[in-house]
Structure formats: structure tokens, C-alpha cells
């Protein structure tokens, strides 16, 4: 089992940065972990993926070039950097691991979620 707990969040304006943070804990060797969104009456979108080894990323297109996915496994921590805001960034952002390679869907495990809002 994985426990997941995303840290960070909030209110920024477009334009600036914001970044968002995934701990773990439980058994999380050899997870693949993601980052996913859902904005209001829209479904959960996959936003980024990583390896275990932290050497295999994947983003959708309507991040790439801005977010920045990473992990720390010392730590137990992931990361997502998220660069130039939009306001169509808004939305509920969640972390999610899965046991095996990083896909963009089929994790088994997720946390909570935090809100961002990002003001016009």
C-alpha cells in the first residue's frame, strides 16, 4: 500500500510559478507516480508521469515545455514545477503511483488533492 499526501497550492496569478508536492509513504519502492488534474465539470486529465529511476518522464501536450515533473526517492517526495500559469490551470490537482512502468492511466493509488486557482 501507498499513502499519498499532496503539499502546496493555492492562489497565483498567470503568468507565475507555483510548485506542488507529493509525500509518501508505505511501500514505495519500484513506483511509477503521475500527476493528474480535474478542473470544475470537466473529467480528470493525466498531466505528467514519472519512473522509479526518475530518468523517464512523459507530459500531456497542454503542459509540456511549462510543468516540470521530478521525484526523490531518499525522500519519498515527488514534485511538479509549474511554469507560466493559465488561468485554464485551474483545477484540482492530484498525485497517483501505480506499481510498474508510469502509464497515463491505471494507478492504483491517490491522494487527496489540492486546489489551484490561477487569476486572470
Known amino acids: 500500500q501507498v499513502q499519498l499526501v499532496e503539499i502546496g497550492g493555492g492562489l497565483v496569478e498567470a503568468g507565475a510559478s507555483l510548485r506542488v508536492s507529493c509525500a509518501a509513504s508505505g511501500y514505495t519502492s519500484n513506483t511509477a507516480m503521475g500527476w493528474f488534474r480535474q478542473a470544475p465539470g470537466k473529467e480528470r486529465e493525466f498531466i505528467a508521469s514519472i519512473n522509479w529511476a526518475g530518468d523517464s518522464v512523459d507530459y500531456a501536450d497542454s503542459v509540456k515545455a511549462r510543468f516540470t515533473i521530478s521525484r526523490d526517492n531518499a525522500d519519498n517526495t515527488m514534485s511538479i514545477q509549474m511554469n507560466s500559469r493559465k488561468p485554464e490551470d485551474t483545477a484540482v490537482y492530484y498525485c497517483?503511483?501505480?506499481?510498474?512502468?508510469?502509464?497515463?492511466?491505471?494507478?492504483?493509488?491517490w491522494g487527496q488533492g489540492t486546489q489551484v486557482t490561477v487569476s486572470s
Open positions: 497517483a503511483a501505480r506499481y510498474g512502468p508510469p502509464l497515463r492511466d491505471f494507478y492504483t493509488f
